[in-house]
């Protein structure tokens, strides 16, 4: 037509296949689950390289651990036959899964922060998002406060060290700071843990005990003890950052695959991984973050540890950003620490 600018391939399909959410069928005596995979066998027998599969919440009326791992095995398959479909699913136990996947891709739901509310965009990003909005919605669809609120209690209390939000256990800052010497806790874990993972702990703790120190001196309080523990949010490769952190500002450190570290501050945590992932090279980092109150208290954090940062034996890519501001260059913060 005229004036059309932009064309697009429309493939032609042998088939549209579609699985949703399945209900007990009381007349023939079947779960909910039996009747999923009762069409999970019709759809994979009628897949075709050809065809188009869409499944929505797969495997989510069974125990947890063997439905994310049927649901991986699916996944498998449909890579395997090479057919275009989606497959949506909030058991995130399957990006744990040593798939053996060629082309499949993941892809998240993005969110917006909207007159103080986080909203849904409906739009795919790239990445893995472990976190939901369920919180919000019960709360926006009228459940009492003090259900949300308990089940927000329950679930930092329970779920915390599955997902990607971390709370660091109160340390002895001497240890904390002691990079490159002593450090017994990293010694013990090597041989259970990668490489990355021991950094990302050495910095989680360094980081840990220099913003604690800060929160004192801002605070007015006698010793890190009466501070509260930050919570960290690890953002894996692929992975997303939570809603959590949409619309909020954050401290965030980059460890990129040369095992240099970037420091930075943002209100747009989503949007500055997307930008520095989509630099050569940077596919693979991950990062750390945590959330503050506002951002000239974030400005402040960033800076000092980009200053302070380089003084306990870790190598920045940014270290310059720090050298035209004098906060945190000098050494009062970690001398009050190791002492």
Same mark, same amino acid.
């Given at each position: 037509?005229?004036?059309?600018?932009?064309?697009?391939?429309?493939?032609?399909?042998?088939?549209?296949?579609?699985?949703?959410?399945?209900?007990?069928?009381?007349?023939?005596?079947?779960?909910?689950?039996?009747?999923?995979?009762?069409?999970?066998?019709?759809?994979?027998?009628?897949?075709?390289?050809?065809?188009?599969?869409?499944?929505?919440?797969?495997?989510?009326?069974?125990?947890?651990?063997?439905?994310?791992?049927?649901?991986?095995?699916?996944?498998?398959?449909?890579?395997?036959?090479?057919?275009?479909?989606?497959?949506?699913?909030?058991?995130?136990?399957?990006?744990?899964?040593?798939?053996?996947?060629?082309?499949?891709?993941?892809?998240?739901?993005?969110?917006?922060?909207?007159?103080?509310?986080?909203?849904?965009?409906?739009?795919?990003?790239?990445?893995?998002?472990?976190?939901?909005?369920?919180?919000?919605?019960?709360?926006?669809?009228?459940?009492?406060?003090?259900?949300?609120?308990?089940?927000?209690?329950?679930?930092? =209390? %329970? *779920? +915390?060290?599955?997902? #990607?939000? @971390?709370?660091?256990?109160?340390?002895?800052?001497? &240890?904390?700071?002691?990079?490159?010497?002593?450090?017994?806790?990293?010694?013990?874990?090597?041989?259970?843990?990668?490489?990355?993972?021991?950094?990302?702990?050495?910095?989680?703790?360094?980081?840990?005990?220099?913003?604690?120190?800060?929160?004192?001196?801002?605070?007015?309080?006698?010793?890190?003890?009466?501070?509260?523990?930050?919570?960290?949010?690890?953002?894996?490769?692929?992975?997303?950052?939570?809603?959590?952190?949409?619309?909020?500002? =954050? %401290? *965030? +450190?980059?460890?990129? #695959?040369? @095992?240099?570290?970037?420091?930075?501050?943002?209100? &747009?945590?989503?949007?500055?991984?997307?930008?520095?992932?989509?630099?050569?090279?940077?596919?693979?980092?991950?990062?750390?973050?945590?959330?503050?109150?506002?951002?000239?208290?974030?400005?402040?954090?960033?800076?000092?540890?980009?200053?302070?940062?380089?003084?306990?034996?870790?190598?920045?890519?940014?270290?310059?950003?720090?050298?035209?501001?004098?906060?945190?260059?000098?050494?009062?913060?970690?001398?009050?620490?190791?002492?």
């Amino acid at each position: 037509f005229e004036g059309v600018k932009e064309s697009a391939s429309i493939p032609h399909f042998d088939a549209i296949v579609l699985h949703m959410k399945s209900y007990d069928s009381p007349v023939d005596g079947k779960s909910s689950f039996q009747i999923e995979m009762s069409e999970i066998r019709s759809l994979l027998s009628a897949t075709t390289s050809r065809s188009l599969v869409l499944i929505d919440e797969i495997c989510r009326g069974t125990e947890t651990a063997k439905g994310t791992c049927i649901a991986g095995s699916i996944v498998e398959t449909l890579d395997a036959v090479g057919c275009l479909g989606i497959v949506s699913t909030h058991l995130h136990g399957i990006f744990e899964l040593p798939l053996q996947t060629r082309n499949t891709v993941y892809k998240s739901m993005s969110a917006e922060y909207i007159d103080g509310q986080t909203m849904p965009t409906w739009k795919l990003v790239d990445g893995i998002c472990k976190q939901s909005l369920a919180f919000e919605t019960a709360q926006r669809e009228g459940v009492p406060d003090t259900v949300v609120k308990r089940a927000e209690e329950l679930y930092h =209390s %329970v *779920y +915390v060290n599955d997902m #990607p939000l @971390k709370v660091i256990a109160p340390l002895d800052l001497k &240890d904390d700071l002691n990079v490159n010497g002593g450090n017994e806790v990293a010694s013990r874990t090597i041989g259970m843990a990668s490489q990355k993972d021991i950094l990302k702990g050495k910095v989680q703790r360094v980081v840990s005990a220099i913003c604690k120190k800060k929160f004192m001196e801002l605070n007015k309080l006698g010793d890190t003890s009466e501070v509260t523990d930050l919570k960290f949010i690890s953002i894996g490769v692929r992975e997303q950052p939570p809603p959590s952190t949409i619309g909020v500002s =954050s %401290v *965030y +450190v980059m460890l990129r #695959p040369d @095992k240099r570290l970037y420091v930075g501050e943002t209100d &747009d945590l989503q949007g500055r991984i997307q930008a520095h992932r989509a630099k050569d090279g940077m596919q693979s980092a991950i990062f750390i973050s945590f959330l503050v109150q506002g951002k000239s208290i974030a400005c402040q954090l960033e800076t000092l540890l980009i200053n302070q940062l380089p003084k306990q034996g870790f190598h920045l890519a940014n270290i310059a950003d720090g050298k035209h501001r004098n906060f945190g260059t000098n050494d009062t913060v970690l001398k009050a620490a190791t002492v």
